[in-house]
């Protein structure tokens, strides 16, 4: 099979690369390496079966003709830091709407049949339900980012249906796991490393939401895939068990070796502007196809610390 990723050589793009060429797939990556790292890839850059493009999804010309003679596209790229929307309001849109149409458009002329596409839990929004499936709704994003994952959904949706790519959305929880380069365990890293006496936690720290391994995304992505019968089909990647910031914290300082650490709070019940403090997603239906998470949100949180730890040679104080 001939795999288009784009954002191949971001966090989780570059893991479902490894898995693709791992199962003896072609594959080429697209990506503007603006989030995306070299590093993430470099190992399959002597593979024949492996080619990197180096350009943006809005550069609808050279998108078409790389896309040529693929099977179907794994669409990962968008913009990773939602807070940077808040300055900058046409960063999500240009970067998850019109690229999106880019993509689909794209397939439309080079006749690719199928797309997976990488969607989020921002899409619910503030929601009166304990956790919430893929039917609830209306979908009310309150971030531009969750925002024009509703407007790209929707095109995913048109285009399926007017013409016939198979297609699967998927409503991803927090993921974490190697190679993160944003999110709240990356950042309490970083913020350590420079100032290993206190912490700075956006909000409250009682932001409460579920965090699923990378490599179980992948699994989960691939087994959806292989085992939906439907035309268009959307799944939550989650797990059953949710953390809170606060939690994440003490398991960062602890597997970092810190005492006495001061946490320093902003205040408030969101981490920003647009943040959902409870987010928690029902994985019932892809539970119902045969998948389900092994770890739960502690045990892949603490498995991403050390692993981010490792890969960034950190040394604990004696």
């Known amino acids: 099979m001939k795999c288009f990723v784009t954002g191949g050589a971001g966090f989780i793009g570059s893991n479902m690369v490894d898995r693709l060429i791992s199962e003896g797939h072609k594959v080429t990556v697209y990506d503007n390496f603006s989030s995306g790292a070299e590093k993430f890839i470099s190992s399959h850059a002597q593979n024949p079966d492996f080619r990197a493009v180096r350009a943006d999804l809005l550069d609808a010309g050279t998108l078409s003709r790389a896309m040529k003679g693929h ?15 808040l300055s ?13 149409f880019n993509v689909l458009e794209s397939m439309r002329k080079n006749q690719v049949s199928s797309i997976a596409f990488s969607s989020s839990g921002t899409v619910y929004g503030y929601t009166d339900k304990q956790k919430v499936g893929e039917d609830y709704g209306p979908v009310l994003p309150v971030s531009l980012y969750g ?3 509703v407007a790209a959904e929707a095109l ?24 993160q380069n944003h999110g709240v365990v990356y950042d309490f890293i970083m913020k350590l490393k420079k100032n ?11 932001q409460t939401k579920h965090y ?3 490599d179980e995304l992948v699994d ?8 939906s019968k ?62 389900r998470a092994k770890h739960d949100s502690a045990g892949a949180v603490r498995i991403t610390i050390k692993t981010l730890l490792k890969e960034m040679g950190y040394k604990q104080p004696k």
């Open 71 to 85: 099977d179907v596209v794994f669409h990962f790229a968008a913009n990773p830091d939602i807070i940077s929307g």
């Open 220 to 227: 989960a992505m691939l087994f959806a895939m292989e085992k």
């Open 88 to 100: 900058n309001t046409d960063l999500d849109f240009k970067n998850g709407t019109v690229a999106t």
């Open 156 to 179: 995913v949706s048109g285009f399926s249906n007017i013409f016939g790519f198979k297609a699967y959305i998927f409503r991803f929880a927090n993921i974490v796991g190697k190679r």
């Open 196 to 206: 290993p006496k206190e912490l700075l936690i956006l909000g409250d720290g009682r």
């Open 230 to 291: 439907e035309k268009l089909s959307y799944y939550n990647i989650s797990n059953d068990s949710a953390i809170d910031v606060n939690k994440i914290a003490g398991m960062v300082t602890g597997e970092m070796g810190l005492k006495n650490v001061r946490f320093r709070y902003t205040g408030g019940s969101q981490g920003w502007k647009g943040d959902v403090p409870i987010s928690l997603l029902s994985p019932e239906k892809i539970n119902r196809l045969g998948w």
């Open 147 to 149: 925002a024009n994952k």
């Open 212 to 214: 699923v391994l990378v």
